[in-house]
């Protein structure tokens, strides 16, 4: 079982892989784009596009089990997929279905 720094265990995902990469996608249509101070400065210095993040979340796929973010506990789902140039995106993600928006927390460009 995953726990807390404090010991509190945590509860399971709010979604499986499937459900957040459909979420994310529907919601990349329809929703909001939200982007952390952070993940903006990674996007400057990583030459990522608006547009490259836009087709990651539409067309990229989770890979890996949802991780509790280590500040807030929130879950992260990292979507993995090609930007529009070489090279695969990796943006790991809130999902905030309530209020209808992405938060994308950081981002990484492989080679």
């Known amino acids: 079982m995953l726990t807390s720094k404090h010991g509190h ?3 399971k995902p709010e979604y ?4 957040a990469a459909r979420l994310i996608k529907q919601i990349a249509q329809k929703g909001s784009i939200r982007k952390t101070g952070h993940a903006k400065k990674r996007m400057k210095e990583r030459n990522v596009s608006d547009q490259d993040i836009l087709r990651v979340l539409n067309n990229g796929r989770i890979y890996n089990e949802p991780e509790p973010h280590i500040k807030t506990g929130n879950w992260i789902y990292t ?3 090609s930007g529009i140039e070489d090279g695969n ?7 905030n279905k309530r209020e209808n928006y992405i938060l994308i927390v950081t981002l990484v460009r492989e080679n």
Do not use: E, H, M
């Open 9 to 11: 265990g945590l509860a």
């Open 89 to 95: 995106i990796v943006v790991p993600v809130f999902i």
């Open 79 to 81: 979507i993995i997929g």
């Open 16 to 19: 499986t892989k499937l459900q």
